[in-house]
């Protein structure tokens, strides 16, 4: 079985633009998790969609979405750029809730100019 | 919001058992715990969970206290590659929703 992708692998966007983040994951996986680890906050978590609904959500602004496809394949978005939106973003994926045997992708590293 | 508490570093010997422990005292009664690793420039990979029994399996054990305010993971022995910073993580309401919180986790090294 392949892994959880995720695209693109290196991003470089300037403050006050806005992106999309690509996650795949494992076939058959109906729940996919996003997450933001900085140095300085760690691990945290974003959201999490199950079957193309947003069932859990983060503390995050508003400027942080996401949303999930029929085929499972999710995508996230932040708008208005801050610097402090440079990070390393996960996505994982597993067949029921969020934690349970979830699988990482390898990330998308943001960095916010 | 619930929260874990872990050592920051440990270090083992190889082949020796690492053991980590991981506070959670305020876990709901339904709530389950959770370890992942993270290796150095890796997704976290996950480990085990378990509720109230002790679990194993092939690359683990998990044994929780009866009063469920604390767990301890076990690595019977561990090698090299078990280097990595080891998150043990639970569920608490946040903002009306339910939320995993991963914490600093416990960097553990494994040495020759």
């Known amino acids: 079985k392949a892994g959880v992708t995720q695209t693109p692998r290196y991003l470089i966007k300037t403050r006050g633009q806005q992106v999309t983040l690509s996650c795949s994951p494992i076939?058959?996986?109906?729940?996919v998790s996003w997450y933001q680890q900085t140095p300085g906050q760690g691990l945290q978590f974003l959201f999490e969609?199950?079957?193309?609904?947003?069932?859990n959500k983060g503390n995050f602004p508003g400027r942080f979405s996401g949303r999930q496809f029929s085929n499972s394949r999710s995508e996230m978005n932040v708008s208005t750029l801050e610097l402090g939106d440079s990070a390393l973003y996960l996505c994982?994926?597993?067949?029921?809730?969020?934690?349970?045997?979830?699988?990482f992708g390898p990330g998308t590293r943001l960095t916010v100019t | 919001d619930a929260k874990t508490t872990q050592p920051t570093s440990m270090d083992c010997a190889e082949g020796r058992a690492a053991n980590l422990p991981c506070n959670h005292s305020?876990?709901?009664?339904?709530?389950?715990v959770y370890w992942y690793r993270q290796i150095h420039s890796q997704g976290p990979q996950y480990i085990i969970h378990?509720?109230?029994n002790n679990e194993t399996n092939e690359m683990a054990s998990l044994i929780i206290t009866e009063d469920r305010k604390s767990s301890t993971l076990i690595l019977p022995h561990a090698t090299l590659r078990d280097t990595a910073v080891y998150y043990c993580?639970?569920?608490?309401?946040?903002?009306?929703?339910?939320?995993?919180?991963f914490g600093r986790g416990t960097s553990l090294i494994v040495h020759p």
């Open positions: 993580i639970v569920r608490g309401t946040s903002g009306g929703s339910y939320i995993p919180t």
């Open positions: 994982a994926s597993s067949e029921g809730q969020v934690l349970f045997e979830q699988y």
């Open positions: 378990g509720l109230k």
């Open positions: 076939s058959g996986h109906r729940s």
């Open positions: 305020t876990i709901s009664g339904n709530e389950y």
């Open positions: 969609y199950f079957s193309e609904t947003q069932r």
